[in-house]
């Protein structure tokens, strides 16, 4: 059996296998997935240093001036795969609008901030329903500014959410104890669907809700019909 301190950095080779698949699948779509990721990569250290503690705590392998090289990684990986899974699978085409002002932009993401540290610090609600609560409160936002981009994050959610579950059935495989390990349980709501708690599954699904169509909605992209 492997031992977990590889653990955290294997799950994300593995996540790695899609964006590759991803990034092959469609050329016009690289520059989104690297954009997009670049613009992620900060958040998960900056989350686990600030809030995650409360809801599961990994090995850490590589690890510079407290900063985790892996929570990098993975920002940066789910990024990508996020802002074009929909339009990939479902092989769909987007057209030039006018870009969404930065003004909007600005304000959206204090506003997400903000949210954050009413629900974790005000309200004391652990951390995995504070951000599955603000990304989709966030991407529910970008929806009700453009409506044109509801499939898209319905559908981005849902596509994150399938990835996660197989990829998670396969890193339990690999990692049998790596749940009882990793995450703090009796934080959460003790639902577990085959062996996965209920909560990372439905952070994948907000997740994917909120990054989904941001880049559309950032950049002024709008699908063809």
């Known amino acids: 059996m492997l031992?977990?301190?590889y653990a955290y950095l294997i799950g994300i080779l593995i996540v790695?296998?899609?964006?590759?698949f991803l990034f092959l699948k469609r050329k016009n779509t690289r520059k989104e997935m690297w954009?997009?990721?670049i613009i992620t990569a900060p958040l998960p250290p900056i989350m686990a240093h600030i809030f995650y503690q409360d809801y599961w705590e990994p090995n850490y392998l590589l690890s510079f001036f407290g900063v985790s090289f892996e929570?990098?990684?993975?920002?940066?990986l789910i990024g990508g795969i996020a802002a074009v899974i929909y339009e990939v699978v479902f092989m769909k085409k987007f057209k030039k609008i006018p870009p969404t002002k930065s003004k909007t932009i600005i304000i959206l993401c204090i506003?997400?901030?903000?949210?954050?540290?009413?629900?974790?610090v005000f309200l004391d609600i652990n951390s995995i329903y504070s951000s599955s609560i603000a990304l989709l409160l966030f991407g529910t936002t970008i929806i009700l500014i453009r409506k044109d981009l509801l499939k898209n994050a319905i559908s981005s959610g849902i596509l994150l959410l399938i990835m996660a579950f197989i990829l998670y059935i396969i890193y339990i495989k690999i990692f049998p104890t790596i749940i009882s390990d990793f995450w703090k349980l009796e934080?959460?709501?003790?639902i577990l669907i085959f062996e996965i708690p209920i909560e990372e599954l439905l952070w994948f699904f907000s997740w994917g809700f909120f990054a989904g169509p941001l880049y559309e909605f950032w950049r002024g992209k709008k699908e063809k019909e």
Do not use: H, Q
């Open 111 to 120: 506003l997400f901030l903000f949210s954050l540290i009413i629900f974790k």
């Open 3 to 5: 031992t977990t301190n």
């Open 16 to 20: 790695f296998i899609v964006w590759v």
């Open 71 to 76: 929570e990098i990684l993975f920002g940066f």
């Open 35 to 37: 954009i997009m990721g």
């Open 187 to 190: 934080t959460l709501s003790g």
